[in-house]
């Protein structure tokens, strides 16, 4: 061979070397990225405090335990909110296990409040299928569910964000998460948009003249700013290189700030609670009140407004997506008004056969629509009724009549509620939807405020599409429900846990 035909040869090999290496670095599949970049994860803790206009009321921490063929990440947060003249307290538990390419492959999460307390097992099988285990006292109940795609867990989002190289300027990130806690997927949507240095505090000493912990060493840290839509509400955050947060904030005055453990949490445990429960004793008109009706000893009339309006004040232009359906947003004021005359008119009759709606027609994690009891007590309490209005109505009477109103920490699952025959909100929403699917009238949970002397409860109820999707108090045996049930959040597990995003300065002066 000639040397131009030898140079030739040499240059086309490197060229297609060259190729294949930027194909391999440039074009690689995320999973393949994350498989190698999760490999340099560091084990460690992070602490966090929680703040509203200033005022501490929680902790949190994320600690990563890494081994030979799996990443352990364990996310905790405590909440100590005072009202009524009591501390009403929240604490949220998860023990997240990982494949090395950050595959979630099981989570154990334990959630404690005033209105329920469970535990969840959740076991991946592959990316196809996903067993659901809730224990409640001795009840105990597993769910199967189908997957369509990888499970990413809400507090795993920032982590993979980091490991997958999307932390990047101008990037957008979307996806599908899985709240352990609510039970139910919903689709995020992040935007990185800045990069900034923190100044934080990885070491405190204690002042005995303050007789608290103050910060002694500080760390400069460099972070990426995200802003996260996700079910109507969005929150900022700021990311660090190994995917924790630094920094985040919603837009009704909830933080979590990243600092050392005794600033967080020791601070926290010697605080005087005795001045925060006794301001908290008189809510004033428009405070939101973190507990039910129930579980604070109030009788919930009935409601009958047609209309309500109310002025939302306490968050940030956009914070919140409170519109849709009867529910209209404008401005600051928040317009409700009750279903009448043509939205009560169903176009089908029983059972609804549109696909768009199966969501909201097949069972899900305790609204155990298939199960035979169910199906038999639906099938008793409408008859041969097929028009769905009625149906509706028909259900709503009867969950009313038959399930004591009493507040209860049980696990709020259908079959249970249908057994028991008590609980509060979340039993008689439960139950109710269950009923519903189980007739083929497509249902689903909602969750929100309640106006009662002119203060906001947490409260739950359901909703059904007849013309378009109405609400239905069961626990008041109301079709449709009045205009003071002001929605927050819709599907999945029906909890105080919906609460938590609420916290803050947020008051609703009814008008």
């Known amino acids: 061979m000639t040397r131009r035909t030898w140079a030739i040869a040499i240059l086309g090999a490197w060229a297609v070397s060259l190729g294949w290496l930027v194909k391999r670095e440039v074009f690689r599949p995320t999973g393949t990225r994350l498989a190698e970049a999760a490999l340099s994860v560091p084990p460690g803790a992070v602490y966090y405090r929680l703040d509203v206009g200033g005022q501490q009321v929680g902790f949190a921490s994320s600690t990563i335990d890494t081994q030979a063929t799996s990443i352990g990440v364990t996310d905790m947060l405590v909440l100590q909110t ?52 809730l224990f409640s006292g001795s009840d105990s109940e597993t769910t199967h ?231 038999a007590q639906a099938r008793l309490i409408i008859g041969r009724e097929q028009d769905p209005g009625r149906a509706a109505r028909l259900l709503a009477t009867w969950v009313h009549v038959n399930v004591q109103r009493r507040s209860t920490a049980a696990v709020p699952g259908a079959v249970q509620t249908l057994a028991a025959r008590l609980g509060d909100c979340n039993q008689h929403a439960v139950l109710y939807v269950a009923l519903a699917r189980a007739a083929g009238l497509p249902a689903r949970t909602a969750a929100g405020l309640v106006s009662l002397d002119r203060r906001f409860y947490y409260h739950a109820w359901a909703e059904v599409y007849l013309g378009d999707w109405v609400a239905v108090d069961p626990m008041l045996d109301e079709f449709p429900a009045g205009a003071a049930h002001v929605r927050f959040s819709i599907g999945g597990l029906a909890r105080q846990a919906e609460l938590v995003r609420l916290i803050g300065r947020i008051k609703l002066e009814v008008l």
Do not use: C
């Not at 004040?313 to 209209?328: E, K, V």
């Open 82 to 133: 005072p009202a009524l003249g009591a501390l009403h307290r929240t604490a949220a538990l998860s023990r997240a296990v990982l494949s090395r390419t950050l595959r979630l492959e099981g989570v154990l999460t334990r959630f404690d409040g005033d209105v329920g307390r469970f535990v969840a097992r959740n076991i991946v099988a592959g990316d196809s299928a996903l067993t659901v285990t």
């Open 145 to 375: 569910v189908p997957l369509a795609r990888p499970i990413v867990l809400p507090s795993l989002l920032p982590l993979r964000l980091a490991f997958g190289g999307e932390l990047k300027r101008g990037k957008t990130y979307t996806s599908v998460v899985f709240d352990p806690v609510l039970l139910a997927e919903h689709p995020v949507t992040v935007a990185v948009t800045a990069e900034s240095t923190f100044v934080i505090a990885d070491s405190a000493a204690y002042d005995s003249t303050a007789r608290a912990w103050v910060p002694a060493r500080f760390d400069t840290v460099r972070a990426f700013r995200i802003e996260q839509r996700e079910s109507g509400m969005t929150t900022q955050a700021w990311i660090d290189a190994q995917g924790h947060i630094v920094r985040a904030e919603n837009g009704v005055g909830f933080t979590m700030e990243r600092t050392a453990f005794e600033l967080a949490y020791t601070n926290f445990r010697h605080r005087d609670t005795t001045r925060l429960m006794r301001a908290s004793a008189a809510p004033g008109p428009g405070d939101v009140v973190p507990t039910t009706v129930l579980a604070a000893g109030g009788r919930l009339p009935h409601d009958t407004a047609s209309q309500v309006r109310a002025r939302l004040t306490g968050t940030a232009p956009g914070a919140i997506d409170l519109g849709g359906g009867r529910q209209q947003l404008r401005g600051d004021t928040l317009v409700i008004r009750r279903e009448s005359g043509a939205a009560l008119a169903a176009r089908y009759t029983l059972p609804a056969r549109d696909s768009s709606h199966a969501r909201w027609l097949a069972p899900a994690p305790l609204i155990q629509s298939d199960d035979p009891r169910i199906q």
